[in-house]
């Protein structure tokens, strides 16, 4: 990560001396007592907390919803002692100008090392209309940022696969980061919204192991999104058991067997529901009766209906049933081969009778 | 000295992207325009869905407001196929409702709001000791130790000292708008940390209930939450015993810790009165009785108060086409022929953007300037939200919220005029939650006596088959969000939807101006304040701030017209 | 008219179909299950594995599929004249035309082959082997999602993306393909009791003991294949 404020100065040829002086004129300006001094050039002698921007482009903020409800760690760790959260329009003190210098100083003095959060997808269609801020286009500012970062969190889904704004038929050309940004590593993190204890874990893997996590082979961190939740489905063992909720409240409702049968999505959904739990590990939609949406999943809007198992025609929001369409194609079949057969009768019948004629004639 | 022009973009601390630009002249604001800057088109989107996968559309409209899109959703389409939800479900809903208004109305307060009051930088000379006997005067809250106080403090010089200020960034630290002493900064900033953890906890009962929180699960026709007290894998006692046992925490937090800092803080200000702004208020009126439905005597009631009248209230009626309506004339939509104000039932939404290609400076406000929709009551702007439903409820004398107003400006010792103000929003939100908590158990106990009753059905199923559904029909889920009036329509078509629209509380605050120059909430709440330092705009944020904007829902409310053909320039917002 | 019998499906290749036909049905019946387990059983979870067993089922039926494929592609190349698919072979146009001309009854004879003719080679190429390979990846890839990283994910993780990034468009085709196979079966049927039917040539009792009639009198057609 980037020297200290205090190494710096010294490669630049100034003295501990000076370095303790501007420490004593710095405690002046934040108008702060004599004894500030020290605790300042401890401050400027060791590591920065890593610099985050986060940006939030065309969403719904439950992203930055779910970022507050972290529990371990708190929000008020992460922002105390790990990170230096520099601009986040939902929380920040600063608003207008204030708040875009805020950005563009971070971006200036941490240029190479700061981390970007992106919660939202970047809508095309139109010259960027869709979303401005300060009167720049979303793609402009997430193209900004991430010039100098380190690496980019496309954080949600709506930043990592345009989540409902992207359902057909995308009306303002939305698409997700990964789309924008190609010249420094985008790790997505998909859910609507993640889990708190997730995305905070990301900052915090990055943070302590200084690396970046490894992903899986859709660009997500291992350590989240392994596994399917079906894999770690607390109704798991009535799935196997072939014992299954056919409706809603029914008595197999009441007994808590799997949600398969009217219409979740957890064989298809990867993501730490099951195992992380949510909000410090209370429930997850499964355990509170209702079927997993798939929300991690790319298109999983377009995957509806909710409450059945219908794919959907590619570029359409068109649902079709798989089981529904194969026995349209079966019985197709055998009426065509039906038909054939008839025919194939008919005409031998035909054949056989001038051929009989014909030897009748001899 | 010219007038100039001021731009806030974007407005932070609150929901979605907001830009405020004023005119600034003679020290004050004299005139100011709200634009939304936003737009995703979700209404196009919703064109053939399964109805009940509505909800879980346009619930992301909003991931604030998560609760409450839905259930206006669910009940819109319960409403047009003619469900009746089982009590258990009606009081489960209720109970999310009101955890819903509390953990906002909270987060709003010391997150979003309270910078707008509190100075962080100054509380760094506040004496611990001080504090400590401030904190025990006002409340009997735990946490208020001495030693309490300068760990804070000293956590607090840690971070400045370390030159990395983070979201304290760049704050209009030292501003003279800011009133309070030291001692009281130090408290407001250790419970703006104490808020942030507690109201994770809060959210858990729509994780108990809903299986997450932001956007937890609904269902049409009840609940997807089975209850069997005698398993293991539903609702039984121990969700229910964390269910109570955050509801208690709440009404501590609430009692010991938002309501004694509104009061210490608001009354510091209760000479400025500025931000009123429009004189017209509505609610919609929710939490009703679930057999007589009536929003008129309901916990918040419903109706109209105009020119600041408590002494009389209006019926409202978000189905009467005469009442409700939206005009276009400053934002960036077009209607095909008649160009006045529509129905949402035969509301049409063609983009039609005439502003600036980014990057801009200055959008044209004499022309279209928002993507937010100007909605009228019989051609008039309303303020709605925390304030217009203590004043509709005051005025409907309504026992609770009444005792409840007066208690307030006893305590403060100002009169009713004072409630129409920034201060006067933040003062009602402040006492809406008190009653929310007190909501919170009183349902929760209803709940629990209804079980034991016997009655374990969360769910009605005899309408959850399409085919039991009338060939076309149409609904309305109308209800209060924590920011107001909150109305989503709904019409289905041989199974699906074929219209599907919301009228949003941020719609109603944040619209541009109309025809005739008829101002805004936002706006109208800003003109005639004094600033300061225009460069530095705490006065208009904290105004703003005070309505507690959420942008996303505002900028693409789900308008959908089917009979329109799609093509490439042709949107609905 | 003489007839005489000659040797076309040798026993690897018979050996392949029937072991095939136990597969498909195996296959196509657990698969169906999983994907709408039409009855659930009450009782006790600990005392009832049938979703586990089928999906056991499927998916050692479906590693045996799997060899069988190779198996049979092995003797693709090692295999007699019948046994093989050559599109690149002089003549394989114009005798696919002749083929088709004699399904739409266009002409009364088909150019007689003792093997499988150009439509039906088209036909088993398409389903049997492109059909099968998709079924094979995709499956793969779905059970490679209870393995992150294992040898399924690595062999055919990357069908996953492939289909819009979820797994739940893979899954949809895996489940539309196991229809287009009981399509085949039944095309399949039709054409070889029919063949057997009009020019009497032992076509299904062929599979089993290998040999069929070819006609020899006349010019022989043997060279045409």
Known sequence: MNETFYQEMRRKGYSRRDFLKMCGLLTAVLGLEASFTSRIANALETK????????????????????????????????????????????????????????????????????????????????????????????????????????????????????????????????????????????????????????????????????????????????????????????RAFFDAGMFVENFDDDGAKQGWCLYKVGCKGPTTYNACAITQWNNGVSYPIKSGHPCIGCSEPGFYDNFPMYEHLAHVPITAMPFEPDKIG??????????VAAHGVATGVIKRLDKEPRKDEEAGK | MAVQRIVVDPITRIEGHLRIEADFDNGKIVNAFSSGTTFRGLEKIMEGRDPRDAWAFVQRICGVCTHIHAIASVQAVEDALGITIPKNADLIRKIMTATQFVQDHVIHFYHLHALDWVDVVSALKADPKATSTLAQSISNYPKSSVGYFTDIQNTLKGFVGSGQLGIFANGYWGHPAYKLPPEANLMAVAHYLEALEWQKD???????????????????????????????????????????????????????VYIPDLFA??????????????????????????????????????????????????????????????????????????????????????????????????????????????????????EVGPLARMLVGYARGNDVIKTSVDGALQKLGVGKESLFSALGRTLARGLETKIMVDYLKTTYDALLANIKAGDSKVFEQSKWDPSTWPKTCQGVGFTEAPRGALAHYVKIDNGKVSLYQAVVPT?????????????????????????????????????????????????????????????DNHFFY | MLKKSVYVWESPIRI???????????????????????????????AVFIMGKVRLWHSMAAWLFIANFIYRLYWAFVGNEHAQFKPWRKGFVSDGIESVKYYLFLTKEHTLHLGHNVVAQLAYFTVMWIGSLFMILSGLALQGEIFPGG??????????????????????????????????????LYLVIRQDILDDDATVSSIINGHKFAMVDGEDNHDKH
């Open chain 3, 16 to 46: 392949y179909h029937w072991v095939n036909v136990i597969l498909i049905t195996v296959l196509v019946a657990t698969g169906l299950f999983i994907g709408d387990p039409i009855f659930t059983r009450p009782g006790e979870a600990y």
């Open chain 2, 202 to 256: 809060i959210v858990r009962i729509h994780t108990i209930f809903g299986g997450k929180n932001p956007h937890p699960n609904y269902l049409v026709g009840g609940m997807a939450c089975a209850i069997n007290i005698d398993n293991d894998n539903t609702i039984n006692m121990e969700r229910l015993d964390l269910v109570a046992r955050e509801i208690n925490k709440a009404i501590d937090f609430v009692n010991q």
């Open chain 2, 507 to 567: 719609t109603w605050n944040a619209a541009p101006e109309d025809q005739q120059h008829q101002k805004g909430p936002y706006e109208a709440a800003l003109i005639g304040t004094p600033m300061a330092d225009p460069q530095k705009p705490l006065e208009i944020i904290r105004i703003i701030h005070s309505f507690d904007p959420c942008i996303a829902c505002a900028a693409h409310i789900i308008d959908v017209n089917t009979g329109e053909p799609l093509n």
């Open chain 3, 151 to 188: 040898l399924q994910a690595r062999i055919a993780g990357w069908m996953i993306p492939l289909f819009g990034g979820g797994s739940y468009a893979l899954r949809s085709y895996h489940h539309l393909t196991t229809w287009i196979f009981i399509a085949f079966v039944v095309v399949h």
């Open chain 1, 327 to 336: 026995k349209w194609i079966t019985g197709l079949t055998v009426a065509g």
């Open chain 2, 265 to 382: 803080i608001g009354s510091f200000y209760k000479d400025w009165g500025f931000g009123g702004g429009v004189t017209n208020y509505m609610s919609y009126g929710s939490l009703a009785d679930d057999k007589t439905r009536n929003t008129k005597d309901a916990v918040f009631p419903g109706g109209i108060i105009l020119n600041r009248d408590l002494s009389k209230v209006m019926d409202v009626d978000p189905r009467d086409p005469e009442q409700i309506k939206e005009v276009i004339d400053h934002s960036w939509y077009d209607y095909t022929g008649d160009k006045g104000g529509r129905h949402p039932w035969n509301g049409e939404t063609t983009v039609k953007y005439t502003g600036p290609k980014p990057p801009y400076q200055q959008l044209d406000t004499a022309g279209k300037y928002s993507w937010i929709k100007t909605p009228q009551w019989m051609g008039k702007s309303m």
């Open chain 1, 48 to 235: 920065p907390r890593l610099p985050v921007i986060y940006l939030s482009l065309q969403e719904c903020t439950c992203c930055a919803e779910s970022f507050i409800r972290t529990a371990h760690p708190l929000l008020s760790e992460l922002l105390f002692n790990m990170i230096s959260l520099d601009y986040m329009e939902t929380l920040q003190a600063a608003s207008g100008l204030q708040a875009e210098e805020a950005k563009m100083k971070t971006m200036q003095d941490y240029k190479g090392h700061y981390l970007v959060v992106v919660e939202g997808s970047i809508p095309l269609n139109d010259d960027g209309i869709y979303c401005t801020i300060g009167g720049r286009s979303a793609k402009d500012i997430l193209l900004e940022a991430a010039q100098n970062s380190v690496a980019v969190i496309a954080y949600g889904s709506c930043a990592t696969n345009t989540c409902v704004q992207g359902a057909y038929p995308n009306p303002t050309g939305a698409v997700p980061v990964k789309n924008i940004v190609a010249h420094v590593p985008v790790i997505d993190v998909p859910g609507c919204p993640p889990i708190a204890e997730v995305i905070a874990g990301v900052i915090a893997h990055y943070l302590t192991f200084d690396r970046l996590p490894e992903l899986t082979n859709l660009g997500r961190p291992k350590a989240f999104y392994n596994h399917r939740i079906h894999d770690n489905c607390n109704r």
